[in-house]
């Protein structure tokens, strides 16, 4: 408590198990309880996850539970917990942050985030712009996270290692890391210890020892970090193309993508389960013309997906594919995502999550093994096998 109430912007955790999510909502509490103590009255504040499905299993639940039915009222039409008028009618708003821009004009005295690595670099510049309240001088930033996510790299960077870009440089005083360990949490049972410890070893290292350097165990694209994601959006000027990888049981993907200058943009993504394929090639000719783009002009995918690649047909899109060894196309991908000279070519919108769970968290070899003649354990690849189709056909 001592720490955050003296920084504007903690970081608390690192490990699994602490207490990382309850102690964030009892301490934005406590905040909201502080101003009323100094006459400030209807202050709001913002306890985030990066979507509603995290949100409501991490917070909601736990705070329709926990808080006390004197002290306030949960307003599940609101998503908000509001502070009845004699302890000064505060509110703590739950939200997430599949789309942090839409709190652009919004102000909280007090922003937390759980499991900050889920999201961006600039999810978090983004929420610092409502950092503000009248009244209060030093509106606060707190976080909580495990030091595995899209986003471990920019938060380690701040937090950890202490390295500011120049816009946060007179701010470094005002961070601070507080490591919290399993064993600090005295409710957690000896099982659930001895499950993290059961952990594969780069898993064991990030949530039991709470290790910022331990990547995702047997990760297959593990060239692709933070700096891959950006918030760049289409050229209406450049032509489009489609990276398609069908399915209907198993996730069918489709990705949007422009060729640059520089490399390649992702920048958007359908990913539809029990959706016939005259539908998916509807909905993605529909996103296009949202975006005010042209029809796409080529749509790459697997070769054995007939029905799909007459669909694109009949929609007077060119379709195209390209047999190649598994191993080749996924070589190929890495050094388009980073290349010996650290030369990132592709680069993917932060919107594309499935794609970005995929490639951050989901692709992986089998068990004990990882190298550039292995094929990958064949799950959680949809996305980055239309990706992988459209590189070798479009990117060699």
Known sequence: MERADSHRYLLYGGARGPGKSYWLRWYSLRFLLRCAERGLRGVRTM??????PSLRDRQVSKIMVEFPAWLGEWQASHSEYLLRPEFGSGALCLRNLDDASKYQSAEFALIAVDELTKDTESTFNMLRGSLRWTGIDRPQFIAATNP???????????????????????????????????????????????ELKAQPDAVRKAWLEGDWYAGVEGLVYSEFTADNIVDTEPDKALPVEIAFDAGYIDPCAVLFIQRTGEGALVFDELYQTKTLAEQT?????????????????????????????????????????????????????????CDSKGVRSIKVHRRCVNLIR??????????????????????????????????????R
């Not at 306890?47 to 509603?52: F, G, I, Q, S, T």
């Not at 990958?376 to 992988?388: I, Q, T």
């Open 148 to 194: 595995n996510g899209i986003g471990a790299a920019w938060v380690r960077a701040l937090w950890i290692e202490r390295r500011f870009p120049k816009h946060l440089q007179d701010l470094s005083g005002e961070f601070a890391f507080v490591p919290g360990l399993p064993g600090d949490n005295p409710y957690l049972s000896p099982a659930y210890i001895e």
């Open 358 to 395: 995929e490639l951050t968290e989901g692709y992986v070899y089998a068990e004990g093994t990882k190298g550039v003649h292995e094929k990958p354990v064949k799950a959680n690849d949809h996305a980055s096998d239309a990706l992988r189709y459209w590189a070798y056909a479009r990117m």
């Open 47 to 52: 306890l985030a996850c990066e979507d509603y």
């Open 281 to 337: 090639v509807a909905d993605a000719v529909d996103k296009c013309h949202e975006y005010g783009l042209a029809l796409p002009e080529i749509a790459v995918g697997s070769p054995e997906a007939k029905e799909m690649q007459e669909r694109w047909r009949m929609a007077n899109i060119a379709v195209r594919h390209h047999t190649h060894e598994v191993v080749d196309g996924i070589n190929l991908v890495r050094t388009l995502f």
